[in-house]
């Protein structure tokens, strides 16, 4: 059993048109992307260049052009997975401390400090009451009372 088909030139026509179409319009979008990189890769230079990033210049630019390299070999995604990512880090702790580090990546406790500053410190408190310590064993004698000697008469 054979199969043909006969298309009518214009049916041909409508569509090579619509093809056509589509590639334009996928040419467009990699083209929107593109310039969006383009944007950010220009304000991220422009930030190392006044000095805004807190970073010495050289290292601040160096970075920057990793990034986009690393983003037109679209590498450079944004992690849907934070919170899972951030509770696997605490796996790495003892049992004991491991709800406190879940607690402070959750946002709990305090923060302070920043990336400026060299690193941004979170802090949980636990009050933890202690047990009183067990009574002191009684002594394994008894003192015997001096008695003074009584006064002559």
């Not at 805004?52 to 037109?72: F, I, M, W, Y």
């Not at 590498?75 to 934070?82: A, D, F, G």
């Not at 605490?90 to 049992?95: G, M, Q, R, V």
Request: aromatic fraction near 4%.
């Amino acid at each position: 059993m054979s199969f043909s088909c006969n298309l009518s030139a214009r049916v041909r026509k409508q569509l090579a048109g619509l093809a056509l179409l589509s590639t334009g319009a996928l040419m467009s979008f990699s083209t929107l992307a593109a310039d969006a990189r383009n944007d950010a890769y220009q304000k991220e230079r422009e930030a190392c260049l006044s000095g805004a990033s807190h970073q010495d210049r050289q290292t601040c630019l160096r970075e920057v052009g990793a990034a986009r390299g690393e983003a037109r070999r679209g590498n450079l995604t944004e992690s849907q997975s934070y919170d899972s990512n951030a509770s696997q880090r605490c796996n790495a702790l003892p049992p004991a401390d491991r709800e406190d580090c879940i607690q402070r990546v959750r946002g709990g406790g305090t923060v302070s400090g920043s990336v400026e500053q060299g690193g941004i410190y979170r802090e949980t408190r636990t009050t933890v009451i202690a047990e009183p310590p067990p009574p002191s064993p009684p002594p394994a004698y008894e003192p015997v009372p001096v008695v003074p000697p009584a006064a002559p008469r």
